[in-house]
């Protein structure tokens, strides 16, 4: 189905559009949507009973998804575990940070990431919704299911969880958490696109 968002970037103007890219400022806006999942890592709280954090994290990669589209958020999220993987302070700072976090049990969320804002970015220039904030609301819950379907597949595999480990661990905790995520990530991509347009 052909986009109903005007670019990769989402801007509607002519000027602006040619401003935004430009070659320096995709990849300006590329690294400022890392430090910004950065700086969302670090609203982190360890759960005694769980090695995966609260965190606004993936609040943060379902906004740079939806805000920048398919490629240009896989292209951020992709640079974000590159940015971790050579150890800068990018992740949650309640683990070892490095390789270490990134293929340790929490891994399946962090590799997903990647995917994840591609999908709510593809999700929301195409679904089919005429609301602005029902599609990116729908967007962020399919990426959402796809983080924790990635999360919760690998931590089993690498802890050896049974069902209910992987429930309780890996999904339940977090499920208030990720309606108030996606609802505040698709009220704000949803009023700045309106914004946008008018
Ligand atoms: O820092 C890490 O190593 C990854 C943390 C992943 C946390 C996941 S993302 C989905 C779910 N919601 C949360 O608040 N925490 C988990």
């Known amino acids: 189905m052909q986009s109903t968002l005007p670019n990769s970037t989402g ?9 935004a890219e430009s070659i320096p400022a995709r990849i300006a806006i590329v690294f400022a949507a890392t430090v910004f999942v950065a700086a969302c890592a670090h609203v982190s709280i360890p759960l005694p009973f769980t090695p995966v954090p609260l965190t606004l994290q993936n609040f943060g990669v379902l906004l740079v998804g939806l805000m920048l589209g398919p490629v240009a958020g896989f292209s951020a999220m992709a640079l974000y575990l590159a940015e971790g993987a050579i150890g800068l302070p990018v992740f949650n700072p309640h683990a070892t940070g490095g390789l270490i976090q990134l293929f340790g049990a929490t891994g399946g969320y962090l590799l997903s990431y990647p995917f994840v804002a591609a999908a709510a970015g593809w999700a929301f220039r195409s679904l089919p919704l ?12 399919l990426a959402t299911l796809l983080l924790f379907v990635c999360g919760s597949l690998w931590i089993a595999h690498v802890l050896h969880l049974s069902a209910a480990g992987v429930w309780i661990m890996s999904i339940a905790p977090f499920v208030p ?16 696109e309106s914004w946008r347009r008018a």
């Open 11 to 19: 801007l509607t103007h002519p000027s602006s559009r040619s401003l």
């Open 130 to 141: 005429k609301s602005l904030y029902l599609r990116a609301a729908s967007a962020g819950t």
């Open 177 to 192: 958490g990720e309606i108030v995520k996606i609802a505040a990530a698709a009220g704000l991509a949803a009023s700045i």
